[in-house]
């Protein structure tokens, strides 16, 4: 069964066949608009792919699991910067033009927000990584609500950005599969981290996706 997610899509395979797995992988690898596979850890390691493990999606949430998930390509249509112009190839039935998001390219992971009020610095630009989860979790100290954790995924509160706060330390860093498939592809995750949190920034094969460039030298791999 495959699941529309837009810039990707969420393939679920029945009774986690490892061998259909195989073959469905092999095949992918073989296609110009993809770029990055992620799969079920359960179904073992798989050349020019990356564990799903390593994006957060395996947890102990009741809805089951994909068994691969599929990264479509993505570029830029050449304006000034590039994130402002990106093009993506999508499963959807919305036509050219429409938008779309879903994909791991930097043009959908790379968003503007803004807040302001007494309970904000002025003029402040975060230089961290912020997502929807510490939208939430800001809010919530803000108004002094104190609600229950249900797992881990929580986000943090954005402490730099209000008065008087601290700035956390943060960090970059790059997953790449062990081994590349037979054409010589290899899934890239690059990925910040405050405190405890991970940020996903941008992944695929280099060259494929927008924001992740060709580029030579050691990599840190899956694992390890």
Not at 119 to 143: H, I, R
């Amino acid at each position: 069964m495959v699941a529309t997610n837009g810039g990707s899509d969420l393939i679920y395979l029945p009774n986690r066949d490892k061998k259909l797995a195989d073959r469905a992988i092999k095949a992918l690898l073989e296609q110009d608009y993809v770029s990055g596979l992620f799969v079920d850890d359960k179904l073992g390691n798989f050349p020019g792919t990356l564990p799903m493990s390593n994006l957060n999606l395996k947890g102990k949430a009741v809805t089951p699991n994909p068994s691969i998930v599929v990264n479509f390509r993505s570029w830029s249509s050449g304006c000034e910067i590039p994130t402002n112009c990106s093009v993506q190839i999508a499963d959807t039935v919305l036509r050219q033009g429409q938008g779309m998001h879903g994909s791991f390219s930097r043009g959908d992971t790379y968003n503007f927000t803004a807040a302001i009020g007494p309970d904000f610095k002025a003029g402040y630009v975060d230089p961290l990584p912020v997502s929807n989860a510490d939208v939430g979790m800001t809010a919530a100290q803000l108004l002094g609500l104190r609600a229950p954790n249900n797992g881990g995924l929580i986000g943090r509160v954005m402490s730099e950005a209000l008065p008087n706060g601290i700035v956390p330390k943060m960090a970059e860093g790059t997953l790449m599969s062990k081994k590349a498939s037979a054409n010589g592809l290899r899934t890239v995750l690059k990925f910040q981290r405050v405190l405890s949190t991970r940020y996903f920034d941008v992944a695929g094969f280099p060259g494929r996706t927008l924001g992740l460039e060709e580029t030579s030298g050691k990599q840190k791999t899956a694992g390890k």
